[in-house]
């Protein structure tokens, strides 16, 4: 982890990475597909502890045919967790999609709510998975944490912190708002593919000259 920097020294740093990563990528797109609001939720739900690849390949035929939160509910347990069975923990995540579906349909007329307290309220549903929905299906200035986010985060030194809510509260305060619909999207993509656990590919990172971290000069 990065020396902690002070709060003006972290804005600035967190104004001169996503100015990078938004010249190297103009416009970044999450990599799970989906159809609507709907299909969004229930992608990022079964992507727990899975690859946005391994969801893809099970979800495309599933939305063909359970693209509404009624069709879903209509498919009950056993036959969604045939469908998704190549997704780990496919039974539990089969549960909570039944589950978020009904509630769907019984408390909001078959919609996704456009507020967190709502989406939080769904079966398996937590915080991460709700501020995904709102910045990608209805453009809401939230920030997802995963574990990409979380260690970029971290590393960069921009918004160090020992939990998910921890970093996520620290890159709504230094994350310049002109930034926020997409820096969800930067973090991720960085982490999975440049700043990785491993092994980051630092000599190629378009952050080297500005990042603190210090392994950038062996690693590749």
């Known amino acids: 982890m990065a020396a902690r920097l002070s709060l003006s020294k972290r804005k600035a740093l967190a104004e ?7 010249a190297a990528n103009p416009t970044p797109k999450g990599e799970l597909e989906s159809v609507n609001p709907f299909t969004l939720l229930v992608a990022v739900v ?3 502890q899975a690859t946005d690849s391994g969801v893809n390949r099970a979800t495309k035929p599933l939305f063909a045919v359970a693209d509404t939160p009624a069709r879903m509910a209509a498919l009950g347990e056993e036959g969604l ?3 998704i069975r190549t997704i780990g923990l496919y039974r539990s995540k089969a549960r909570h999609v039944i589950a978020l579906s009904k509630a769907l349909v019984e ?4 919609e996704v709510p456009r507020d967190r307290a709502a989406l939080e309220a769904l079966p398996g549903v937590g915080r991460k998975t709700a501020n995904v929905v ?3 299906a209805f453009g809401e200035h939230t920030l997802a944490v995963d574990t990409h986010v979380f260690r970029v985060a971290n590393r960069l030194g921009i918004a160090p912190g020992k939990t998910p809510r921890e970093v996520e509260d620290g890159l709504m305060t230094v994350v310049p708002d002109r930034f926020l619909p997409h820096a969800h999207h930067w973090l991720i993509l960085h982490g999975r593919y440049v700043c990785k656990a ?3 590919a630092c000599p190629v990172c378009v952050l080297k000259a500005i990042c603190p971290f210090e392994p950038k000069a062996e690693a590749g």
Do not use: C, D, T, W
């Open 16 to 22: 001169a990475v996503f100015e990078r990563l938004a």
């Open 46 to 48: 079964l992507s727990a």
């Open 81 to 83: 967790a045939e469908r």
């Open 107 to 110: 408390q909001h007329g078959g």
């Open 134 to 136: 709102l910045n990608i």
């Open 198 to 200: 491993r092994k980051p």
